[in-house]
């Protein structure tokens, strides 16, 4: 085993939190992992990890040899990538995770295009809502919609989303189309389960703030399938643009309150922070960021209230 092998061993387990994680990660046996760890402390003649059924701790000596050896490591990737051709740095796998309704319905022509501009890049996506750790499953990057949170992830939007409240006509017709905020609450929501909070921020035509909790009707997160359950006439959806757009350009769904806006969310892409970020990830960031500058499609409310 080469000394390269050895350090990127050692940086996996560390980074993955435990020998399986960095298994799947390089893709070969827990038991390989282990071994090549064991060698490694042998030849120093020192514990880099101290081991325990509940998790895996650096040791002093262990901590200042792995911030060394990432170091090292993008150095190597870093000469590699100079020494290699242009052709070599745009190939291997990039390993990427999505939200599921927006990656399905939105990301598609964005990446088949990126494929054609580079046909040596092999894409391993992961569509789901779930919030992952980029760097214990071995990612390169992820979509995320939102508020980006403090973090040590570097994070570029890419695109602003806001949020519509709306319902079915038919739910209307039974229920009354609420005008205020106040009227809003008494109707029954059909809400993200993924949401922190069950409050809804808004600004009134006449610019001043204030929030309102509708009760759940239904917890869901899924945002196709809360969004058939509003088609359905069950309650009201306060949702991003990207879910509804369609619908509301066809009236199958009404906007409620038009002259009010909601919190309004944004499209990132984040990517662990490295000195060397690879030339695949870097050239598909900056597709992404290029390719989404202006309004999107979804939110161009000129086509919704037309429709209305």
């Given at each position: 085993m080469s000394r390269y092998e050895e350090m990127e061993n050692f940086v996996r387990i560390v980074e993955a939190g435990s020998i399986t994680g960095a298994a799947k990660q390089i893709r070969i046996a827990k038991s390989a992992v282990s071994r090549r760890l064991k060698e490694m402390e042998t030849r120093l003649g020192i514990q880099l990890i101290i081991r325990s059924t509940r998790k895996l701790t650096l040791t002093d000596t262990g901590r200042a040899l792995y911030d060394r050896a990432v170091s090292l490591l993008a150095d190597w990737e870093e000469t590699e990538a100079v020494a290699g051709d242009t052709q070599?740095?745009?190939?291997?796998?990039?390993?990427?995770?999505?939200?599921?309704?927006?990656?399905?319905?939105?990301l598609g022509p964005i990446i088949v295009d990126f494929m054609k501009k580079h046909p040596q890049i092999r894409f391993d996506i992961d569509f789901s809502d779930r919030v992952v750790d980029l760097v214990s499953e071995g990612l390169d990057l992820a979509i995320r919609i939102g508020s980006m949170p403090d973090s040590n992830l570097i994070a570029r939007k890419f695109s602003d989303i806001s949020r519509v409240a709306c319902a079915s006509p038919d739910y209307l017709k039974r229920h009354g189309f609420p005008l205020t905020p106040k009227e809003l609450e008494s109707h029954k929501e059909i809400a993200y389960g993924y949401r922190a909070s069950s409050t809804h921020n808004y600004t009134a035509p006449d610019g001043k703030t204030g929030s309102v909790e509708l009760p759940p009707r239904?917890?869901?997160?899924?945002?196709?399938?809360?969004?058939?359950?509003?088609?359905?006439?069950?309650?009201?959806?306060?949702?991003?643009?990207?879910?509804?757009?369609?619908?509301?350009?066809?009236?199958?769904?009404?906007?409620?309150?038009?002259?009010?806006?909601?919190?309004?969310?944004?499209?990132?892409?984040?990517?662990?922070?490295?000195?060397?970020?690879?030339?695949?990830?870097?050239?598909?960031?900056?597709?992404?960021?290029?390719?989404?500058?202006?309004?999107?499609?979804?939110?161009?409310?000129?086509?919704?209230?037309?429709?209305?």
């Open positions: 070599s740095a745009f190939s291997g796998t990039l390993k990427m995770t999505a939200p599921l309704s927006f990656g399905v319905a939105h239904l917890h869901a997160t899924n945002g196709e399938f809360m969004r058939d359950v509003a088609l359905a006439g069950e309650g009201i959806l306060i949702a991003p643009c990207f879910i509804v757009y369609k619908n509301l350009n066809n009236g199958s769904l009404v906007e409620i309150m038009p002259g009010y806006t909601w919190d309004a969310l944004a499209a990132y892409v984040v990517y662990p922070p490295t000195r060397h970020l690879s030339a695949r990830v870097r050239a598909f960031v900056d597709f992404l960021v290029e390719h989404c500058q202006g309004t999107p499609y979804w939110e161009k409310r000129a086509d919704i209230s037309t429709a209305r």
